[in-house]
């Protein structure tokens, strides 16, 4: 009998696992397309190769996977309990002997299985990738030539300026540049110069036009005055969007590296509360995996065998799920603003787990509420 339910116990965990691969590889399949399209249209129009594209599709998989992984995990645990139930496979081991609390045992293993995976992925993977991101972000906005200038084509930077020129030769330098600086209200200034270079002086950008011309309109007055100059060197570093190099980024941080930087003395633009929220919320994450799993078994249990489905227990246990993740964005704002609530975030969690206590306890004793109706009415 013990092999029996040993070998129960293997056919369904891989079962779980199966259709866990499966509904993972879809959602991950789904959202990174959406994804994509939006990054293949930022990158490849900003004059990115489709290696770069490649690039940043791989460093946003992990997080990607973080963010399906409990979906995952709740849509393989349904599916596999409906097939079971529809099929009679639960009802014959209920009728051997198997309680509810002995067949939820496969269910909390492939829950613990999904649950080490998301922790490598919190914990680890999603913050590497993250934080090369984050690199990659901050090399690509500095790199002017790609990310300002376009050949041929007019481009906005900013409000009320202008940018244009004909020709990037191979060697940087800029052909045939027009450049109008509108923001000044009471006066408007054009520049046009036969070449210019772009210079990094430091932290800022500077355009050098040579052999060109400055033409200066007053608005007031409408008086144009012109000016021919050999060299003339513009500001553009308030034009280039550029990320802060010196932030500090939580995200980017491994959870061994955030529990370090708990006991230094964090920088200003960090509160204690974000970190709080950031360390704990990855192993909540890990916890939510399993509480998925469970919900969407024990919820369906409750319906017992039909051979018409359990939609309704389908229903409510999707409609669990979401007001249980629901609450948790919530209770980050709360942690967030103060680092002392951080032990709320694992209440998602543990309403799960005793939603799930309490569907087991109804499947293991059904009618219990008609039988306690009967004991109260008179003889």
């Not at 900003?46 to 399906?68: K, M, N, Q, Y």
């Not at 490598?120 to 790199?143: C, D, G, T, W, Y």
């Not at 964090?266 to 998925?292: D, H, K, W």
Request: with cysteine; net charge positive.
């Amino acid at each position: 009998m013990r092999d029996a339910v040993a070998k129960f116990d293997r056919y369904m965990l891989s079962q779980l696992l199966l259709l866990f691969g499966f509904f993972a590889l879809v959602l991950v399949a789904l959202f990174w397309i959406n994804r994509a399209v939006v990054l293949f249209d930022r990158l490849i129009g900003d004059g990115h190769s489709a290696l770069v594209f490649l690039e940043f599709t791989a460093l946003g998989l992990p997080r990607l996977i973080a963010t399906v992984l409990p979906v995952a995990t709740f849509a393989g645990a349904v599916y596999v309990t409906n097939r079971m139930s529809s099929e009679a496979e639960l009802t014959v081991m209920q009728s051997t002997g198997s309680s509810p609390w002995r067949l939820a045992r496969p269910v909390l293993a492939y829950g613990l299985c999904v649950a080490l995976m998301m922790s490598v992925l919190s914990h680890f993977l999603v913050p590497l990738a993250q934080r090369q991101l984050n690199q990659r972000e901050l090399e690509i906005a500095q790199n002017v030539t790609a990310g300002l200038l376009k050949e041929g084509q007019f481009l906005h930077p900013t409000t009320n300026v202008t940018l244009y020129t004909r020709l990037i030769g191979a060697d940087g330098v800029l052909h045939d540049v027009f450049l109008s600086d509108r923001r000044d209200r009471a006066q408007g200034v054009i520049y046009t110069a036969s070449e210019a270079y772009l210079v990094r002086n430091g932290a800022g950008t500077t355009l050098i036009m040579v052999d060109g011309l400055a033409q200066r309109l007053q608005k007031n007055g409408l008086a144009l005055s012109t000016a021919k100059f050999r060299d003339f060197s513009f500001d553009i570093s308030a034009l280039v969007r550029r990320d802060r190099p010196d932030r500090y980024d939580l995200a980017g941080l491994t959870t061994p590296a955030l529990i370090a930087a708990s006991r230094a003395t964090l920088p200003p633009q960090v509160s204690t509360g974000v970190l709080a929220e950031e360390l704990n919320s990855r192993f909540a994450q890990a916890l939510f995996c399993v509480v998925a799993a469970m919900v969407g078994f024990s919820i369906l249990l409750i319906g017992g065998f039909s051979r018409f489905g359990i939609w309704r227990e389908i229903a409510l246990a999707f409609a669990l799920l979401i007001a249980i993740d629901g609450s948790r964005g919530t209770l980050v704002r709360m942690v967030q603003t103060q680092a002392d609530l951080w032990p709320i975030l694992y209440l998602p969690s543990l309403f799960g787990a005793l939603v799930v206590l309490g569907a087991l306890w109804q499947s293991a004793h059904p009618g219990w509420t008609r039988r306690l109706i009967a004991r109260q009415k008179p003889a």
